[in-house]
């Protein structure tokens, strides 16, 4: 993806804010906890074929 300078000078939205802030604290996306979530929205196959 290349940056143009509409891209540049974009305000960023509230999800770069967080990735941001995230970043900076040392916290990846995916580390974070998704209580909305349950075993049930794991896609099994691939944790299946570990076995």
């Known amino acids: 993806m290349a940056l143009t300078l509409q891209k540049l000078l974009q305000q960023p939205d509230t ?7 995230s970043s900076v604290e040392g ?14 929205d794991l896609d099994s196959l691939p944790i299946l074929l570990l076995e």
């Not at 770069?16 to 802030?21: A, T």
């Not at 996306?29 to 049930?40: K, Q």
């Open 27 to 40: 916290i990846a996306f995916d580390e974070m906890p998704m209580p909305e979530l349950s075993v049930d």
């Open 15 to 21: 999800t770069e804010i967080l990735k941001f802030k």
